[in-house]
């Protein structure tokens, strides 16, 4: 029996995806600012955004982000 009324895992990524504006971009982001700090929900908000134009153009641009500047690696 085929039930039509379900939607496939992969028609639901692609409906949020649709659908996905910048009301849904702060919810993820109010959800991360706890668990991860500012400095990295900030860099997820930038990659995040829809629109390309506002989104980080290079990954040099992203590397120079102040997450990564207080980030201490050590080897």
Do not use: W
Request: aromatic share 10%; with cysteine.
């Amino acid at each position: 029996m085929h039930l039509t009324n379900f939607e496939k895992a992969e028609d639901a990524v692609m409906k949020k995806l649709q659908y996905f504006d910048d009301e849904a971009l702060q919810n993820i982001c109010n959800q991360l600012y706890n668990a991860v700090g500012k400095e990295a929900t900030d860099m997820i908000y930038l990659l995040l955004q829809k629109d390309p134009s506002k989104r980080p153009q290079s990954m040099d641009e992203v590397l120079k982000h102040p997450y990564f500047e207080s980030l201490t690696i050590y080897v």
